[in-house]
């Protein structure tokens, strides 16, 4: 019996370009989208925010001497690019799947509306939001965390390379030790680097529990359904 019903999953841009480190490795893509309609096939309602870092990274493009604004602009459509590529897979092992965007985007995307989006997930479709949340200055992660709370979902799974939450970063240091489960209060005062802090203020306030697993690590989605233990739970006390 599956462990939730509704679904938000966040995956970065930088998880589609896989070895290639640029772009869309379609042999990533294609094994994304095989495990995602695999657990959907298991009558669990899934919707996706996926960043648009293999592209372009508003941050970064404002470093670079982009105004700030611009660049966020440039990222918002990287993710829609992405989004489109998702839905392509999808239809190309027979899922249907919709897009929508925060901002106007016909005929490529549909605008964001909730009624739609959940009649869709109950329609049993892929739901896949793109543009971020339409304004400067917020990441994917809170377009992911914002969208979450709207369409009411069950959990946000955060899909990253790391297997989860740790003391420190595992790849600086090998001593570093994973936390299973850990409050929004303990993350915030161990200042353990999550998603940034607008997203997981929204989490915390709207009682969105996170899992941090690895994307990559084969059936990690299916075992999250099913109610195995892997990756790390943020949760708020009771």
């Known amino acids: 019996m599956n462990k939730y019903k509704r679904i ?12 290639l480190g640029y772009g869309i490795d379609y042999k990533v ?10 657990i959907a096939d298991y009558n669990v309602q899934v919707a996706i925010v996926i960043g648009g870092g293999n592209i372009f990274r508003g941050m970064q493009g404002a470093k670079r001497g ?13 993710t829609c690019i992405n989004a489109i590529a998702v839905q392509s897979a999808f239809e ?3 899922k249907k799947a919709r897009v929508f965007s925060s901002t106007l985007m016909e005929p490529y995307a549909e605008r964001f509306s909730k009624n739609r989006a959940v009649a869709s997930l109950e329609n049993n479709e892929i739901v896949i939001f793109a543009g971020g949340t339409g304004n400067p200055y917020f990441s994917t992660d809170t377009a992911a965390a914002l969208r979450a709370i709207e369409i009411e979902a069950d959990v946000l799974l955060k899909g990253t390379n790391v297997d989860g939450v740790y003391t420190e970063d595992p790849k600086k240091n090998q ?4 936390y299973h489960n850990i409050t929004f209060k303990e993350t915030i005062d161990k200042q353990l680097k999550v998603m940034d802090l607008t997203a ?6 709207n009682n969105m529990p996170i899992i941090v697993f690895k994307m990559a690590e084969q059936n990690s ?5 099913v109610g195995e233990k892997i990756g790390t739970l943020i949760y708020n006390e009771k």
């Open 8 to 19: 938000l999953l966040k995956l970065s841009g930088e998880a589609l370009a896989g070895e």
């Open 29 to 38: 893509l294609s094994e994304f989208v095989d495990e995602i309609k695999e």
């Open 66 to 78: 982009f105004d700030r604004v611009k660049a966020d602009s440039m990222g918002m459509l990287a």
């Open 92 to 94: 190309d092992k027979g």
């Open 175 to 178: 001593e570093a030790v994973k």
């Open 200 to 205: 997981f203020t929204l989490c915390l306030e």
């Open 221 to 225: 989605l299916k075992k999250i359904i």
